[in-house]
């Protein structure tokens, strides 16, 4: 079993800057694929970043160029550093992990279900 314990999200200003963490806990694998997912006000949940155990990274069109994705594996902790906030990127974010698997495709087309894992969720607030 693996738990996954989100910290980091706040309140900014627009143009403002946050880092997220995901740390997981429990009987990991040394292949996955772990993402950062967000839903917003009335919105549906989307995908925003992804990383492979290799690695790899993708990101949602609306966030390329201002969120990092990355990962410390001897912590076990995945990251979300996020910049040039708009009001649009407030939403509780949520990390999300799927072992024994790599990412396949981009984030934004990747349907949530295939993730088994899930953090509580961290909420993030940019404010005009």
């Known amino acids: 079993q693996v738990q996954l314990v989100e910290s980091g999200g706040g309140s900014v200003q627009s143009g403002g800057s946050l880092r997220l963490s995901c740390e997981a806990y429990g009987n990991t694998y040394s292949s996955y694929c772990m993402a950062w997912f967000r839903q917003g006000p009335g919105k549906e949940r989307e995908g925003v970043a992804s990383i492979d155990s290799d690695g790899s990274t993708t990101y949602a069109d609306s966030v390329k160029g201002r969120f990092t994705i990355s990962q410390d594996k001897d912590k076990n902790t995945l990251y979300l550093q996020m910049s040039s906030l708009k009001p649009e990127d407030t939403g509780t974010y949520y990390c999300?992990?799927?072992?024994?698997?790599?990412?396949?495709?981009?984030?934004?087309?990747?349907?949530?279900?295939?993730?088994?894992?899930w953090g509580q969720g961290t909420q993030v607030t940019v404010s005009s």
């Open positions: 999300a992990a799927k072992y024994l698997s790599y990412c396949m495709s981009n984030v934004q087309n990747t349907d949530s279900a295939d993730f088994g894992y």
